[in-house]
């Protein structure tokens, strides 16, 4: 759930909203090797510059990151992965990073979207596709469309690119089904491309039954979240409560001693007027005291299932899915 110099909520705080009960709503998560243009991808989808573009060696923070939004009628959730594939990370961060993948995917995605650059296509390409697997299931691939980046550089169409691409590349493109597309990322405002892209997702997803992609993966998961979730909010309202009633407490208490004060003033007429105003002004902070500590507080209600995203999944499956990836890597 973690973020571009801010933290894992923050960031995604603006777009984590409800949508309209008309939209059709998709999960969408974009992977691919570090540099293949995942982030630029999701950024053109939304319209809007919402993930960090990171290159290998970057400093920024390479987070799994959430964003929902409407986008040509239809509710999406996409989740960016550039420190999923990024093997220059501890043993703990990518364990974290798949956690978050797979929870901010739950119950599971309806379209996992494999970016590939155009360009030579290579061994470490490859092994995207076997991570992939490893991540998500065996049966990721039913659940996977190819989307080509860098359509600005295309001399031809891209059949034609296909057509003359090696074995390795074919194969993958059969495996998915033959499902694939190009984005020009240069082009945010090219919105057909866009378009084109979500209608190929709606016909993968009517293609696999109108159901989305699940797996081992995902057992629990969506149970634990909502655990985890209402555990946050309990936690959230009785700390609201709590600070309530202690503000309470303390500004009654300091407002019965400041009103004692001006009761045995015998002092000027201007001395008591200024007891006065300090009296007002000392219930005009407590005031403001409260309603920021309760817009805290609410913050973090809304926020819980966002946090709750943050939490690890099943150990044993997550050494799984490491130990799978970590033999790709040898």
Known sequence: MSSNAKTATEGRRGSFELQPPNLSFRRMVLVGKTGAGKSSSGNTILGRKAFRAVSSGSTVTKDCWKETAEVAGRGITLVDTPGLFDWNVSEEYLKLEISKCINMTAPG???????IQL?????????????IRAVFGEGADKHTIILFTHGD???????????KANEDLKEIIRRCGGRYH???????????????LLEKVDALVTANGGQFYSSDSYQGVEL???????????EYEQKLQD???????????????????IQTLTASEQEKEEKI?????????????MIEYRRYYMEKLREARLEAEETRINERKLTEIFTMLQSLHL
């Open 243 to 261: 600070k309530q009633r202690e503000l309470e407490a303390r500004f009654t208490e300091e407002k019965r001693i400041l009103e004692e004060k």
């Open 153 to 163: 550089e295309l001399t031809s169409t891209i059949e034609e690119y296909i057509r």
């Open 119 to 131: 360009g030579p296509f290579t061994e470490e390409e490859k092994l995207s596709v076997e991570k």
């Open 277 to 289: 105003q300090e009296l007002e002004r000392l219930n005009e902070r407590n005031k403001n005291k």
């Open 109 to 115: 995605p309806h379209a996992i979207i494999l970016v």
């Open 224 to 234: 634990m979240l909502k655990t985890k979730e209402e555990e946050l909010r309990r």
């Open 182 to 196: 190009v984005f020009n990322n240069k082009s945010m405002e090219d919105r057909g491309q866009v378009l084109e």
